[in-house]
């Protein structure tokens, strides 16, 4: 059997499987960062949303874990999970001391998507500042 | 007569593999590029979704009365504080012309809807043009208004996947 004819065969067999597994990575790429960069910020709006939301009405600067709660249930959409870290911090001599810390929400947990952002925000007492808050959240897909 | 036999069967058999994987390649090529294109668009769509209704819930709009004096709008924004919103603002939008409020709130040649509900899901208000379109994409934001939480719901939706052409006017 002539074998020249074969070598020149499988030559541009290889060359076409190495064209096709390029144009396959392609489309996966295109495919994967669709979902996950809207996915992702979806999820971070809402996240920044809720700690908006909760500021504007006042829910935030009270520090009361079942009220925070409560506002993240009523809007949180019902496919996504939220925790909530606040923390405040009182300016003691120069020095910030950490006051009062609290959680809502679930612990943190593995997702497909999962993000997390932080915001910070004061209190204040007759026109002067009273205390220095971080409010840091996780988001993810139930 | 017995070389060129095989000769012929090892060319047939060589051409059939080769127009196999041609046959593939362009198949996989074109599917590809479709599947860019596509994407492009549906970029395109995502990211008119996040600036206008970014634009919507973290700008009062240009002028920031624009309300109050409709022939000076330039931009429409329904804030009145970090994603606080005007009630007045959007009953001006919701009765805006359709083709001028797309135009003030820059979607392109893509269509908007704006649906504004409670917490539990009660219809506030609504603004643009309920979606008919075979693509949409939706953005739900969380706001305030009148001291009450409120969500809003941006669907910016089309008949067909195209790229977003910003109109003159």
């Known amino acids: ?142 | 007569m017995a070389r060129g036999q095989l000769f012929t069967t090892d060319y047939v058999i060589g051409v059939a593999v080769f127009i196999l994987m041609l046959a593939s390649c362009l198949f996989v090529w074109q599917k590809t590029a479709y599947r860019i294109q596509e994407d492009f668009a549906f970029n395109g769509m995502m990211n008119t979704a996040k600036r206008a209704s970014e634009q919507l819930v973290t700008s009062s709009g240009i002028p920031a009365d624009w309300e109050d004096n409709a022939g000076s709008v330039r931009a429409v924004g329904l804030a009145a504080g970090d994603r606080i919103i005007s009630p007045k603002k959007f009953a001006k939008l919701a009765a805006m012309d359709y083709n001028t409020s797309k135009y003030y709130l820059g979607v392109g040649n893509h269509d908007f809807y704006i649906k504004l509900m409670n917490s539990t899901g009660s219809l506030y208000g609504e603004a643009g043009r309920t979606p008919t379109g075979d693509f949409a994409v939706n953005v739900r934001r969380i706001l305030v208004m009148d001291n009450r939480t409120i969500i809003l719901d941006l669907t910016i939706w089309g008949s067909e996947l195209s790229p977003v052409v910003l109109p003159t006017q």
Do not use: C
């Not at chain 1, 910020?41 to 809402?46: G, I, N, V």
């Not at chain 1, 809502?104 to 997390?116: H, L």
């Open chain 1, 1 to 142: 059997m002539n074998n020249r004819g074969f070598i020149l065969t499988l030559d541009a067999v290889f060359a076409a499987f190495i064209v096709l597994t390029i144009l396959g990575y392609a489309n996966y790429l295109v495919n994967r960062s669709d979902v996950t960069q809207w996915s992702e910020y979806r999820m971070l709006s809402t996240g920044y949303d809720i700690i908006a939301m909760l500021y504007s009405t006042g829910t935030l600067q009270a520090m009361n874990e079942s009220s925070i709660q409560n506002a993240i249930t009523q809007v949180l959409p019902a496919n996504y999970e939220m925790r909530l870290e606040i923390k405040s911090y009182k300016n003691i001599g120069g020095t910030l001391v950490p006051t009062l810390s609290i959680t809502a929400g679930p612990d943190v947990k593995d997702s497909a998507v999962r993000t997390r952002g932080r915001r910070t925000f004061l209190t204040f007492s007759n026109n002067n500042v009273d205390s220095y808050g971080v409010a840091e959240f996780w988001i993810w897909l139930k």
